[in-house]
């Protein structure tokens, strides 16, 4: 490992889009198969990985539907969970919020509850194991319904303490942000921060629709590239991107790393992340995303840097807490041999 790949591992980060149900290893898929007595296509953790061949976000999400079916009691929540914070905790993650897509679940009958005691559970321990920080997002569908969502924050008021914010994910193309425009409302009516995915597969135009419904964080949003006036505005209004570089190059989004738009979107002054999306799914979890991007970008160290401080800034935590954050990567800096 080189030293800066090094630097990249240890620096103190937020990983702020990771999906749960995408977080699940291909051999904790099999395990947790054989446990609730399902039979998967694969019967080897190498098949399984081989599977992950994608032509476009479709393709992934198909997979990534077929994989929830495994997830049924509280304890398969609690071990895809603390599977997840062990690892992000050898990523330098000290902060972490999970995307959790209840709706796959609850149309199979499994209870919110069960769900979130599982994670919640999880999260609790990895704070004292790790000393990790993390946070749920409940992520609604954008291919069902607006009314189906509605329904979705109705279910999850009642953990109004513990879900740090509402986000959106699922078929992007044809399923627009202005379609949730009540729903965005209602989420922060309710106190909830916001996210929604825009701009992954779907035109710049979903991106300026996810910025006027008022959202804090934009989920990808690489598109907003094809219209500088886009552009000016999210640096303006300094509204984050979390972006996934590994999740766009598998699906296709992007031809290779090398011409992945995070350098492009830096320079423009955009308040962008890195982070894994799916990390078994497209091969990488967050530092070896930032590991990639250097390479294939040339981004310096201060670059790096930078990341990891607009990752604790784009966070849904205190301004404190940040505070906290950026001088531990002061002192990382500062230290590092
Ligand atoms: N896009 C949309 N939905 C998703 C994604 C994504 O990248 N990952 C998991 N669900
Ligand atoms: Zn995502």
Redesign the pocket.
Known sequence: MSDLDAFIRGIPKAELHM?L??SIEPQLMLDLAQRNGLKLRWDTAAALRAAYQFTN?QS??DL?FEGCRVLIHEQDFYDVTAAYLDRAHQDGVTRAEI?F?PQSFTERGVGIATMMNGILRAIDDGARKHRISAALLV?AHRHRSEADALALLEQIVPWRDRVVGIGM????VGNPPSKFENFFRACRDRGFRTTI?AG?EGPATYVRQALELGVDRI??GISCLGDPDLVRDLAERKIPLTV?PL?NFR?KVVPSLAQHPLKALMDAGVHVTVNS??PPYFDGYVSENLIACQRALDLSRDDIVTLARNSFKAAFISPDEVAGALAAIDAYVANFR
């Not at 994910?169 to 992007?172: F, Q």
């Open positions: 999906h149900e995408g976000l992934f999400l990534y995307f897509g992520s994910g699922g078929a992007e995915h992954e989920d990808h996934c999740s699906l999306d799916d």
